[in-house]
């Protein structure tokens, strides 16, 4: 098995799928680092590539302006990046900043949006996990937008 | 009073609140504040239970202890200002006097856990009826598997016992993660949510035992989450909070189903709740 393919089907989401994805999929795909402090994208820039977190940890960030920097997640080894790249427009709507050291692979958005149009079990197998990866997140926001630590309301 | 309540005992001279002095205040963050009682004589309690705190002229409040069960020269109580009554309580000063009743209701199962794995997972102010049984599990580690604490508050400066946190995260035998749900960019800790973590912490689900103490919507998440890393009911274990009147059952104000919460809790085995704990209405 060629090394990226084995990231790609060793990483926690991923678990299970197919060889034959896993060769589809990382046929797309290349290794990339960030170093401290660096972005790995920008709100409202293209949605080129999505990631895999391999290694680090990743500050997802809101900007408003005239107020301080938002964190409103930080993201981590097994975790992805997001599901921006799946669906028009095709842009980020945060920033995501490397917060240490951070090895991710990075897979081609165009590339694999093409395979998912050329084999829909492809398709259907990558939508499955987004879904149930966005849902989750869905989940956690709900929670923090409650503010369920802040003073009761009467 | 509900059907298997009738029998117990009421303890004499319940109603009566030892006047205690303040002998130490400390300011965790902007409206908590914890306090220092100093007794008359030892102080004996079980991690996991509360006190009735008596603000002279103004009213009585149930505050977990959240001190050392093994320190019996003081008694502990980390405060909330949320009403009159703890408002005026989180606002005292050292040599300030308050009335005292308890210690009352059940407890965390510290020692039923040895041999166990322990996660322990707390919520905003839920760290304090938890610090009881840290300090209990951490004075006999030796005896308990993983050890795992979770901790989630609603900011970096929301954190209750920081520099605590900070020096137990330091020790090589005690995962300890904290998030926050939002923060600053000058924050390098984790944001998100409890329940997100859980995902990703070392325990084995067949041999250990979960605390948990927060916000009653952060521990029903918090439980899915355990229950599919494969947690059964009988494993974990929650505080709960109703408004707390006479402590001893017989006021019924925290009445929480079949159980008054103030005698059979707060702290309760999940299966033993399981069934009235979805309720909206109760």
Redesign the interface.
Same mark, same amino acid.
């Given at each position: 098995m060629e090394g990226l393919e084995r990231i790609v089907l060793g990483h926690p989401f991923f678990a299970g799928l197919g060889p034959e994805f896993g060769a589809a999929i990382s046929g797309c795909a290349r290794n990339l680092r960030f170093a401290a402090g660096e972005y790995l994208f920008r709100e409202d820039e293209p949605a080129n590539e999505f990631y895999l977190i391999r290694h680090g !940890?990743v *500050?997802? @960030?809101l900007h408003a302006p005239g107020q301080?920097? /938002?964190? /409103? *997640? !930080?993201l =981590?080894e $097994?975790d992805i990046l997001d599901a921006a790249w799946l669906v028009p427009p095709y842009r980020w709507t945060f920033d995501a =900043?490397a917060?240490e050291l951070v090895r991710v692979l990075g897979v081609n958005a165009r590339c694999l949006r093409d395979k998912c149009e050329a084999d829909h079990d492809l398709g259907y197998e990558l939508m499955k996990r987004f879904v149930g990866a966005m849902g @989750?997140r869905l =989940? *956690?926001t709900r929670?923090?937008v409650?503010?369920?630590? $802040? !003073?009761?309301r009467s | 009073m509900t059907p298997g309540h009738e029998a117990r005992e009421v303890p004499a001279g319940w109603w009566v609140p030892q006047p205690l002095r303040v002998s130490r205040v400390r300011r965790e963050t902007a409206d908590v504040a914890t306090l220092d009682l100093a007794p008359v004589s030892p102080f004996a309690f079980a991690a996991g239970q509360f006190n009735m705190l008596y603000v002279f002229g103004l009213g009585e409040v149930a505050i977990s202890i959240s001190g050392d069960p093994a320190k019996k020269d003081r008694i502990v109580h980390t405060v909330r200002a949320l009403g009159a009554v703890s408002g005026a309580l989180a606002r005292l000063r050292r040599d300030a006097v308050v009335g005292v009743r308890g210690p009352y209701g059940s407890c965390w199962p510290v020692a039923e856990a040895e041999g166990s794995d322990v996660v322990l997972i707390a919520g905003g102010l839920g760290l304090a009826p938890l610090r009881p049984a840290i300090y209990g599990v951490l004075a006999r580690r030796q005896s308990y598997g993983r050890v795992v604490l979770l901790y989630g508050a609603r900011g970096p400066s929301d954190i209750l016992y920081r520099r605590e946190l900070e020096t137990w995260r330091r020790r090589l035998d005690v995962d300890i993660e904290v998030t926050v749900d939002h923060a600053g960019a000058d924050w390098h800790g984790n944001v998100g949510v409890v329940p997100g973590l859980i995902p990703r912490i070392p325990f084995d689900p067949h041999h250990a035992v979960a605390l948990i103490c927060g916000p009653e919507i952060m521990m029903r998440f918090t439980i899915a989450a355990l229950r599919d890393r494969g947690l059964a009911s009988e494993q974990i274990y929650l505080s709960m909070e109703r408004n707390m009147k006479c402590a001893v059952g017989l006021c019924g104000r925290c009445q929480f189903g079949p159980a008054f919460v103030c005698l059979d809790g707060p702290v309760f085995r999940f299966d033993r709740i399981a069934p009235v704990f979805g309720i909206r209405e109760i």
């Open positions: !940890t *500050a997802l @960030e301080p920097v /938002i964190v /409103i *997640a !930080t =981590r $097994g =900043r917060a @989750e =989940r *956690a929670l923090q409650l503010d369920v630590y $802040g !003073t009761p | -």
